[in-house]
């Protein structure tokens, strides 16, 4: 099964401020269909998760332009740009291309 | 509007059987997947497994001796059955159509 690790497992990070977090895969996510099936997921506190993030690097709908997703192969890197209020909650990355799915084991955003 | 909706018992006996449903609206299940994700109490996702839309199945690796997933496309249902639950598998179970939308969940309890 393809392993995700995630860093760092806690964020601590003030309003405003910039934080990326990183998600490294055991084997190359690029699938042979050409696309790289990784997703970012936000879990905000007592709720189901929500995509933000689709195939690296698309924008879910909805979702603010303060959030991206970039990477390739086994490297992936979910930022956001300028952390607001809303966001803390807990992040995971997933992978598709592969059976079974994985999930990262998610990193917790913290607001100073 | 898709949506998806779990139902199923809040306590199962161990040694006993879940049985979960996933009734969805807004979508086609011949033309869509629908996953089985859990969550155990403060921990991270887990994918439990999936059903594509051909009708064919995956399970994760470590449960599939004891998981079978299910349709009726006729009434939009997806079926869980796991056999012999123990404590560990106490958890929110969501339905999801991964990436985009997701259940609530639903509590299950193992617990005699």
């Known amino acids: 099964d393809v392993v995700l690790t995630q860093t760092p497992s806690i964020l601590s990070a003030t309003i405003g401020q910039s934080v990326s977090i990183s998600c490294r895969s055991s084997?190359?996510?690029?699938?042979?269909?050409?696309?790289?099936?990784l997703y970012w997921f936000l879990q905000r506190p007592g709720q189901s998760p929500q995509r933000l993030i689709y195939l690296v690097s698309n924008l879910g709908s909805g979702v603010p332009n303060r959030f991206s997703g970039s990477g390739s192969g086994t490297d992936f890197t979910l930022k956001i740009s300028g952390v607001e209020a809303e966001d803390l909650g807990v992040y995971y990355c997933?992978?598709?291309?592969?059976?079974?799915?994985?999930f990262g084991s998610g990193t917790k955003l913290e607001i100073k | 509007q898709v949506q998806l909706k779990e139902s199923g018992p809040g306590l199962v006996q161990p040694s006993q059987t879940l049985s979960l449903t996933c009734t969805v609206s807004g979508f086609s299940l011949t033309s869509n997947s629908v996953h089985w994700v859990r969550q155990p109490p403060g921990k991270g996702l887990e994918w439990v497994g999936a059903?594509?839309?051909?009708?064919?199945?995956d399970y994760n690796s470590a449960l599939k001796s004891r998981l079978s997933i299910s349709r009726d496309t006729s009434k939009s249902q997806v079926f869980l059955k796991m056999n012999s639950l123990q404590t560990e598998d106490t958890a929110i179970y969501f339905c999801?159509?991964?990436?985009?939308?997701w259940g609530q969940g639903v509590m299950v309890t193992v617990s005699s």
């Open positions: 059903i594509w839309s051909g009708g064919s199945t």
């Open positions: 997933m992978q598709a291309t592969h059976a079974p799915l994985t």
């Open positions: 999801t159509r991964i990436p985009g939308n």
């Open positions: 084997q190359s996510l690029l699938d042979s269909d050409g696309n790289t099936y």
